[in-house]
């Protein structure tokens, strides 16, 4: 186990802010906690909500200083960056139609960013964001959490590995069922208002986190998409539901299906790779089990520090075999990668060879691909090109 | 359980002849366990082979009297047609390529048929042999078996009495592993000629099981598809991997991937549906299981004839819960739905409303589906209609 | 697969005939679909029921020749055994207390005997029914069927082989719930009513199941045992729950726990087995599976006929992997095997070595567990020896 | 979701010190990420390891400031107690045998203290301990982790409201195959002393969890158990492998089955509850799952914080349903519910109603349920009673 219960001394740990995540927010509380399981980060910042009052009620129920407690993301940027022991990071986790603004302040003023996905709401603001990235020194993560998960890791390290042979066939779905009617959460709320979330539904929510996966396990490029999207509930302005095929560079082929109406699947993220020599399947509801199937030989089950499982899986896990890690500990590793990279940026080293985090270029991925099956099925699920 | 061990007696059972199904070949083992497995059918002729003197052997090895056994279906037919005792029913379970010329034989001398899937390997055929079963007077009962199953009974049952709302997704997959290499051997060999197959590969073999069971439990209309076909094995001639999207008439979408390059998977067809009050998941390899999900409630599991399960599986069980039924029973099933339709023609009544079997027009369906697969493909994976 | 669609040609099939299987009995049609499946045996004669009345209906509903119902199977047996034709083979499937004076009769006629579990309602007269088999020329196979399964035969092959070391642990275990409470049906009537089924309630009714499955699987032999059985339903005079810790010869030790008031336990038969090498895991209710843990390797999942599974469960084995065999075709094994030993003795010569079904000895070793439990119990669980 | 990622102030949080959980340890790593998740401690001191050296070097690597590092559990109960901002509580996680010791010293003091499992190594100790925590006026917190799951709430919940009826069978089994072969290993070394772990090997390290978890959600106390320990590997002098059958008050009899030579099982703990109304089974190695099957009806599958779950489940859980939560947060919740025992001690409060933690008496119950193994097994697997 790497990533055991040693913490950084109180003196070393990074110095986090946070832009959202005030008290009703879900994603806001999983990266604090995040942030805090391997012991690398302390929050002492925030701009949590887009009113003063909820904000410093947020911010004093998280125990920040008062002086520490924003009602607005470029104030924060501005004073932080100027004292003497400001923030070195901050996490991003408003709606998607904020995060270019706000991680354009920080990143110019050399903070850290830590970003929630989709990378943004808009094509346009995610190619903005890559530049506001390339041109400023500081790191940006993307948490696509999922990419955190041992068995996840352990996929990948195979497939490099040659351990498939060439990829044939991806198979990735991501199927839930929250919004099988209509919901009068703020949840949905904003999840289902382009303004907010962008063209997609579904597809930004939920489809950018099934395709960022296969593609990061699999290592494949993505040539071409053809989607069919819906909106089953009456009324509803984006996706619901989308059906994609997948042409992959160098022959691989695939299948995505996303669905936010898809009654009994709660959280039902799913990958399946197979190559000319085997196959592995991967489900994130049970995500400690990997099954890999050489052909023609028994199935095999790889569990997480079991054995079987390789140096990829033991390097982000935290306790044996049978003791099951989860949800939060896989968006702990990005922190926890993220944390390994920053600390090299601070000892003016390169980044450790083996710390894996998502970049700006893997979220512009992702906004290309929501709008990719947009422009798609506005055009009878044709054909088109990432742009 | 009301299939259970009780025979007719033995004057009574449907004389049953055969052609193919030699020494050699899978399927014809199959449909004799299943046409015995409830007693309804005494095998008497067979035309087993293509030479006569396979044909005698598989024939003498079977118990059948040296009289009845051909070496060609023509003569069988006609011969039969005439005898006293002769055949009521004949099983065809060749390759695809000569369903229809046998089944021609048979239906035009008012012998049932009791046909292997696809329907033909060719859509001109398959509407050709629309039209022998319409002027005929015998019954023509296509053994797309998994529609026996007791489990798609109950799904079926449910779905049609309403209990899942509105249909609006479909997701059925059909992948297998046997096919990931090149492979010497007659079942291999056939299933990858398209003279003798059909134009389709995988999208005939299997896709169609798949397919028809999808139609089967939800009772919705294809209205369009879109399909992408490959051949990854070098040198194949047909698809073994085909990605389809599927629109149904009433707005329902869905997703039907087939493989047989997809290491790990045996025989995993598995069907899930997606209504708006709830959701079904199958997988035929555990198949006395059937997952319920109302929306907003505990998922459930049905077992055949365990709580839950009602009438429509019940008639088709022949154990009790918790003592597994399988493949055969499952196609006995077929079998014993065309007992009880012949039975019922034997008496010069209409076929009990209960029964249920694959028809003709199903079959034609089948066809179609291949038919537009490859059509579709050609085309970039436009959408088709069945045509 | 061995086991096809082959059948024996019609005049060398098995005439066996039938002691209990009236029309509302349970296992006696499981026993006639077995006899039917692999096509070894035709069912010629029967004594039904215990009434003349009701054995002629059943009778004749199995299509059996008027002259050839009995109402009595003294009758039966001194009748058929003078015919020229008359049976060679009877299948007795009678309430427990009716199979040793059913069975002595025939075999003392040189009748083959396969005879439903448990062997005896006594123990005094399991040890007589040891006799009359040693001093009959005929063959007796105890219906133990979980031995039929193909996945089982493999368990026991590797066990046997070494593959799993010396043997430490044996957890075994077969819960059901089908008397939770009272029960007023036929089946739960007998099975439960001391007179009848023995002295043993669960014990006998499973229990044996469950050690003879343990036994076959191991090889090992019980030294002692300790039970602690309860009657949970009131009124209920025999066992519905038992706990017994096993002592085998050679240091293993083990757990049996059988029960029929557990809900949510249909048929839940499970055998676990732990080496020094490593660990294989099986439940009756998903039967095409075999768990192999070899140690500090990945599980492994061997399928039916898939890749690790080895002769032994292909020779009973029908049909490819992934196309699920149930309970009926465990079943049916035993007559296979049955048949071929039948047929050995036929042609006078031994049965074939790879030929395997439980035996009389199986039986007597059955009883003696029962009655062990029962005595242990009597005496607060202390430990017992067979005897 | 009630444990959201809301942290108390860092001036409110609970100053934290640790004794033993030195580098190489494994469960003081849990302890610290455990006491961190949901943000209620601050980890301030620690007498880490057994010689000063160690204790600093670790204490070090956890930013520990050198004036709160100590070489002895003594010293720093007694300069801890006087130091105006001193640990307000103490997390015990050293060997069994230190147990009794070290807590005593912070007892005394008025210092809460968290402690591992098993309570003692030996039952005097034991005891002994529950008199300082009587004499005490500082709470004690016994981390039998297992109860933190919210699955676990929900079953007991469940179980206390009647929803199963009267309990009749209670099967618990914790297997692992770590020690299959001599380990060796730290964890191994220490587990399999007498001297250091107590009397009783796997019952001790792991019979006590499966135990307390009974016990813990059905309510029922034990009333005598009969146990079969084994030593399986030559020269282990603790049981590796236990049998145990087990009485409670009320009529419910169980079956307990530990063990660490049994490969292919991880850390396999698993319970099963059958009453007369229904059943509820739940495994730890998959633990956001509760199977319900009530009597007659399907068996339903209740989810953390998905439909069917309810308040108990909810109070302990932190994302929504298909997030999995793991060990660590079933862990953290023994923590979050210390700490609301600390807080309300604190406020001079009662303890607040719905806050459940394993207490000293179920840490005596444990050492008894050892004791009273060891002492059935020395006597040929007698019954006895707790002492």
């Known amino acids: 186990m790497v990533i055991d219960g040693r913490s950084e001394s109180h003196d070393n740990r990074i110095r986090l802010g946070m832009v959202g995540g005030g008290n009703d927010a879900f994603i806001g509380g999983v990266h604090r906690i995040a942030s805090r399981l391997d012991d690398k980060f302390t929050l002492v910042a925030g701009a949590l909500s887009s009113t003063a009052e909820k ?10 200083a008062p002086d520490r407690i924003y009602d607005d993301f470029k104030k924060m940027a501005i004073r932080e960056a100027r004292l003497k022991n400001g923030i070195e990071a901050v ?11 706000a991680a354009r302040e920080f990143l110019k003023r050399g903070i850290h960013v830590i970003c929630d996905k989709p990378l ?14 390339e041109s400023s020194n500081a790191l940006f993560i993307l948490t696509h959490n999922y990419t955190g998960y041992p068995m996840i890791r352990q996929a990948r390290d195979m497939i490099l590995g040659g351990e498939l ?21 703020k949840q949905a709320e ?8 962008g063209a997609g539904g579904s597809t930004g929510d939920i489809g950018t986190h099934a395709f960022n996966l296969a593609s990061f396990v699999t290592g494949l490029e993505l040539e071409s998409l053809a989607a069919d999207l819906q909106a089953f509930v009456e009324g509803r302005r ?3 539901n989308a059906h994609v095929m997948l042409r992959f560079r160098g022959g691989a082929r695939g299948m995505l299906w996303c669905s936010q109406v898809a009654p009994g699947n709660e959280n039902a993220l799913r990958l399946r790779v197979y190559g000319e020599k085997g196959g592995l399947e991967w489900a994130q509801e049970d995500p400690n089990y990997l099954w890999h199937s050489p052909f023609e030989q028994p199935k095999r089950l790889i569990t997480r520090q079991g054995a079987g499982a390789g140096e ?6 935290r306790i044996p075999p049978g003791h099951p890690e989860g949800y939060l500990e896989g968006f702990a590793t990005i922190y926890s990668e993220a944390a390994a990279a920053i600390m090299a940026a ?6 450790p060879e083996e710390v894996i985090y998502p970049t700006v270029y893997d979220g512009l991925k992702g906004v290309q691909f929501v709008d990719a099956c947009v422009r798609s099925s506005a055009r009878n699920a044709a054909w088109v090109k990432l742009s």
Request: aromatic share 6%.
């Open 91 to 101: 996490a991003i986790v408003t709606p998607n139609h904020v995060h270019y603004a």
């Open 120 to 133: 943004t709401s808009t094509l346009p603001d995610a190619k903005k964001l890559v530049k506001a990235v």
């Open 55 to 64: 904000s410093q009620a947020s911010g004093a129920a998280l125990g920040l």
């Open 238 to 240: 984006v996706d619901d």
């Open 190 to 197: 904003w999840r289902t208002d382009p303004e907010r979330s």
């Open 165 to 185: 042979g060439k990829i044939r066939v991806v198979q990735v779905e991501y199927p839930q069922d929250w919004l099988t009617t209509h919901q009068d959460i």
């Open 346 to 351: 601070r000892r003016g080293e390169p980044c």
């Open 312 to 317: 990829a899986a033991a390097r982000v896990s």
